[in-house]
């Protein structure tokens, strides 16, 4: 159950994240995918993540902590062409340093709108991620926005896609921020692998 959650800090830089202490749990995806609107939607309050419409809305690396035992963590969008080109390599630098450094990270969600076709960058981001070993989870979104069928025969699309390429699978998860389903299967899903951070000291 969450308790509370609060807003802790933006950083710009992996190395000005708090202290990492406590296990650490971060949303990534293509902009306008829904990563902050799911927070949100999880700790269920409305306006702790900012949300937007329009693409690009968050820029930094935002901490949340959650019932003081750990973080949630919202993060850039990628693949928003009308942003700058210096600008989208910070972005990337900063993100790729985040999630190659960040010691306390125990998974990332990577989320994956459930009415596009598998997108190229992700799957270009999901190899680095598995080349890098980043432990991640897929999160499809906006499960609201299609009918039930649908929500199976997409699903089902993405999975003989992914195992063309893939040898294994990662877990997915099937959410709508909207509706507030498939929120309790990553609480629990953050419950469990909790148990298994280990303090460094
Ligand atoms: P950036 O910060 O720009 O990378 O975007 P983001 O991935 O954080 O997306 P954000 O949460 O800001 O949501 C983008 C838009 O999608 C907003 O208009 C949300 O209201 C909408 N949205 C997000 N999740 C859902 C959902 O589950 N269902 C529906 N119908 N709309 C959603
Ligand atoms: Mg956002």
Redesign the pocket.
Known sequence: MIKNAKFIISSTDYKKCPQPTLPEYAFI?R????????INSIVNQKNLAK???K????QLINHFLINDKWYLV?L??FGYAKISKTKRQEFQKMTSNYLSYRDNLMCLFV?IDLRLKPQIIDQNFMQWLAIAKIPFKIVF??S??VNKNSVTKNIKKYKEYMRKEWEEIPEIFI????KKTGLIEIENFINQTNKLFIKNS
């Open positions: 995806g902009s306008n995918v829904g990563k902050s609107s799911l949300v937007s419409s693409p690009g809305k968050t919202d850039p969008g989320l979104t906006k609201d926005k959410t709508s921020s909207l």
